[in-house]
């Protein structure tokens, strides 16, 4: 059985497969001073609460806080006897090698979304993720990663508008009852639904543009279906993008 783990700036992730479906998501905090020993307490409290009855005997971690990984390395070791498979080391093989500019550093998530996109979907896409920081990872005909955008995330820019400046609240964001606020609330409400909004279908027929072919947009992080209520700006959305590219290239180097 896997366990795949996906650990972003805010969020960590654990997802069981089983070779067919995810039998359970479990999300935590990411936390770099975080033990081996803390993460099985609670990954086993959790496990238990489900009643899920499974022997993991394989794990794959995708880590952009690289602090973390080693924590996680020794919880696999230790409770569940494996070495875990850690994208973007040299020993984690991708199905297809990304083309960038010599000695960038790609963001494991943004390489396990190409693997997971390209497995769905085929080529020619934009895969705008709503993270920390909201990217656009553009993948080309044969599945390679080469290249995209990079912007802030929608939470970060809301935490930023409060810290700041002094007279404006923290605030959640959520559906804009229309683009003019009669208050300060639904003012930055407005403000920031409606900008990013624009911000993904400007950053996305730029890309077109560019590459001067059909791209098929996909939509994935938990802010996706909320952006894509009122506009369509998505092709398709996906839930499970990343649990799922970690699956895809899990299988890859299991083939290798």
């Known amino acids: 059985m896997l366990l795949a783990i996906d650990c972003g700036n ?24 975080r033990t081996a020993d803390a993460y099985f307490t609670w990954y086993s409290t959790l496990v238990k609460h489900y009643g899920i009855e499974v022997e993991i ?10 602090r973390v990984v080693y924590n996680l390395r020794v919880f696999s070791d230790r409770f569940f006897g494996c070495r875990p498979l850690v994208v973007g080391k040299p020993d984690c093989a991708l199905p297809v090698l990304p083309r960038v500019d010599a000695g960038t550093l790609i963001g494991p998530d943004r390489l396990v979304n190409t693997a997971g996109a390209f497995d ?16 656009f990872d553009v993948v080309a005909g044969d599945g390679a990663y080469i290249g995209g955008m990079i912007a802030p995330g929608v939470n970060l820019s809301l935490e930023a508008l409060h810290m700041a400046a002094a007279a404006l609240p923290h605030i959640d964001i959520t559906l804009p009852q229309g683009a003019v606020g009669t208050n300060t609330v639904a003012c930055m409400q ?3 639904f409606w900008g990013y909004v624009g911000l993904v279908k400007e950053c996305c027929a730029r890309i077109c543009a560019e590459r001067d072919t059909p791209m098929k947009i996909i939509g994935t992080g938990g802010l996706a279906p909320l952006f894509n209520e009122t506009e369509a700006l998505f092709d398709v959305l996906e839930e499970d993008l990343t649990m799922h590219g970690l699956t895809v290239i899990h299988a890859y180097n299991k083939k290798g």
């Not at 805010?10 to 001073?33: E, K, P, Y």
């Not at 979907?121 to 990217?135: E, N, Q, R, S």
Request: hydrophobic letters at 40%; charged letters at 15%; aromatic letters at 8%.
């Open 10 to 33: 805010t969020n960590t992730v654990f997802s069981i497969w089983d070779g067919t479906q995810f039998l359970c998501t479990l999300r935590t905090s990411t936390h770099h001073a």
């Open 57 to 66: 005997d394989e794990v794959i971690i995708s880590s952009t806080v690289p």
């Open 120 to 135: 769905r979907h085929g080529g020619d896409l934009i895969v705008v993720d709503f993270g920390t920081a909201t990217t």
């Open 190 to 192: 407005a403000g920031v």
